[in-house]
């Protein structure tokens, strides 16, 4: 069972930038998996934001974030780092971190075995 922490969340300003990390409560190494953040605003569904591979390479991004917003992964340090900049009003949402053990990209929540509680980012206009 993979338990995952997500920390960095807090009140912040548009235009502004913040960093969120995700790391592994227990035993696990994550470069064994494929790494995901995705995001639910009250009352919506939720959604993907972004997704690196395990292997690394080219990460993946919603259109909404691209160009904003950038994910990384330090295997030896067991973390993946979501970097959002620019950020507004419309990014406010308890952000996730997921894992999924496999290679493979894919953008659904369901495809994602692996969860942490989440951190709520609230951006102020």
């Known amino acids: 069972q993979v338990q995952l922490v997500e920390s960095g969340g807090g009140l912040v300003q548009a235009g502004s930038s913040m960093r969120l990390s995700c790391v592994p409560s227990?035993?696990?190494?994550?470069?064994?998996?494929?790494m995901g953040w995705f995001r639910q605003a009250g009352g919506k569904e939720r959604e993907f934001v972004a997704a690196i591979l395990r292997s690394g390479g080219t990460p993946y991004y919603a259109d909404s974030v691209k160009g904003r917003f950038t994910i990384s992964r330090d295997n030896a340090k067991n973390t993946v780092i979501l970097q959002r900049n620019s950020l507004t009003p419309a990014d406010t949402a308890v952000y996730y971190c997921?894992?999924?053990?496999?290679?493979?990209?894919?953008?659904?929540?369901?495809?994602?075995?692996?969860w942490g509680q989440g951190t709520q980012v609230p951006v102020s206009s």
């Open positions: 997921a894992a999924r053990y496999s290679g493979t990209h894919r953008p659904r929540a369901d495809d994602y075995a692996y």
């Open positions: 227990g035993r696990t190494f994550l470069s064994r998996h494929t």
